[in-house]
C-alpha cells in the first residue's frame, strides 16, 4: 500500500510529498508524520490489503479535537490529506522504473491519481503540482533530487556541512583545486567530487537556478574571492561565503571600490550561516545547514 501526503495546511506534521509504504505483514518505510495519525492509517493500509475489496481511499486529516470530522488524533493545527494506494501486480514495471531512476541520481515524474501511478523520464516544471475537485485529483511531484548544493573548498568545514547535508533531499557537488587533499579524500557524502585547475572555472561549472544552493568555503580570502568574483552574476537560491565578518567587510568593501552593485552584494549571505556562535566544524555546518533550511522553505523573514 502506498500512502502519500497530497497536501497539508498550516502546522501540519507531514508535508506535501511525505510518503510511506505499508505491506500487510506491517513492514513499512517512509514516514506521513509520525504521531497517532500516522498508526491509524498504517492500521488501515493493512487491513485494506488483506480485504483486498478497495483499492484507493483518500482521506483528510484535521489536527484539532475540535474539528466536526475528520479528526487525526493530533492537536498540533492545520490538516493534511493523504492518499492510500494498494499497488497492482501490473504497476510492478512502473515502481521498478522508479527505484532505477532514483538509485541513478536521475530525475523524473511521478504522476498520482485515483487510477494509479504513472512514471515518466520527463521534468515537470515545478517539484509539486496538485489539481484536485472533490475525489478526483491529478498529483504530480519531480523524483529523485529537488535541490542542488555546490560546496566549493574541501577543508573540515565543507566535509561536516556534505555528511550533514547528505541526509536531506540535495544533490551535492564538492569543487576544490587540491586533489589530494586529505578532507576530500575522506569526502564520502558527496555525489560528484570535481577538481579544478582554479576557481575561476566555477562560472561554467554553476548553472543559475532556483533550486541551486551555493556555500564558498576555500582555503583563503584569495581563492574566495575567485570563486565569488566567477559567481557574482549567477541567479541562485542561496549564495553564502564563511569567513569572519572582517574578512567579508573587506572583500565587500573591495567589491563596491571595484564598481559591483550593492544589491547583488546584499543577496549574499556572509559570513554565512546562523549566528549561533558556532566553533567547531561540525557546529559551523549545523549553522550553515539551518540558515540554508531557511531559505529552503521559506521561513526568512
Not at 7 to 33: D, I, T
Not at 58 to 66: A, V
Not at 76 to 99: H, K, M, N
Not at 145 to 159: A, D, E, P, R, V
Amino acid at each position: 500500500m502506498l500512502l502519500y501526503v497530497l497536501e497539508s495546511k498550516g502546522s501540519s506534521p507531514g508535508r506535501q510529498g511525505f510518503m510511506m509504504a505499508v505491506n500487510e505483514n506491517g513492514q513499512m518505510c517512509g514516514s506521513l508524520g509520525g504521531g497517532i495519525m500516522e498508526f491509524k492509517l498504517v492500521e488501515l493500509a493493512k487491513k485494506m490489503l488483506v480485504l483486498k475489496d478497495t483499492v484507493h481511499e483518500l482521506h483528510r486529516q484535521i489536527h484539532d479535537k475540535e474539528a466536526a470530522q475528520n479528526q487525526s488524533g493530533m492537536i498540533c493545527s492545520g490538516e493534511q490529506t493523504i492518499f492510500l494506494y494498494r499497488l497492482l501486480q501490473t504497476e510492478l514495471q512502473v515502481v521498478e522504473s522508479i527505484i532505477h531512476t532514483v538509485q541513478a541520481n536521475q530525475n523524473g515524474t511521478l504522476q498520482l491519481t485515483p487510477k494509479g501511478i504513472l512514471f515518466t523520464k520527463e521534468m515537470p516544471a515545478q517539484n509539486f503540482f496538485l489539481s484536485k475537485v472533490g475525489d478526483e485529483f491529478l498529483f504530480i511531484e519531480k523524483l529523485g533530487y529537488k535541490q542542488n548544493l555546490y560546496i566549493i573548498g574541501g577543508g573540515h568545514c565543507s566535509l561536516a556541512l556534505a555528511q550533514l547535508m547528505y541526509t536531506m533531499d540535495f544533490y551535492i557537488r564538492l569543487y576544490d583545486d587540491r586533489a589530494e587533499l586529505n578532507t576530500m579524500l575522506q569526502n564520502h557524502f558527496v555525489h560528484e567530487k570535481i577538481v579544478l585547475d582554479n576557481y575561476g572555472q566555477l562560472e561554467k561549472c554553476i548553472p543559475s537556478g532556483e533550486n541551486n544552493y551555493v556555500v564558498v568555503m576555500t582555503v583563503g580570502y584569495r581563492t574566495d574571492d575567485i570563486a565569488v568574483t566567477a559567481l557574482l552574476n549567477k541567479q541562485l537560491a542561496f549564495f553564502g561565503i564563511l569567513g569572519s565578518k572582517k574578512k567579508i567587510e573587506k572583500m565587500f568593501n573591495d567589491y563596491k571600490v571595484e564598481g559591483i552593485d550593492e544589491a547583488i552584494l546584499k543577496t549574499i549571505h556572509a559570513p554565512v550561516g546562523l549566528m549561533i556562535k558556532s566553533q567547531s566544524p561540525e557546529e559551523i555546518a549545523v549553522s550553515i545547514a539551518a540558515a540554508i533550511i531557511q531559505v529552503k522553505n521559506g521561513s526568512l523573514v
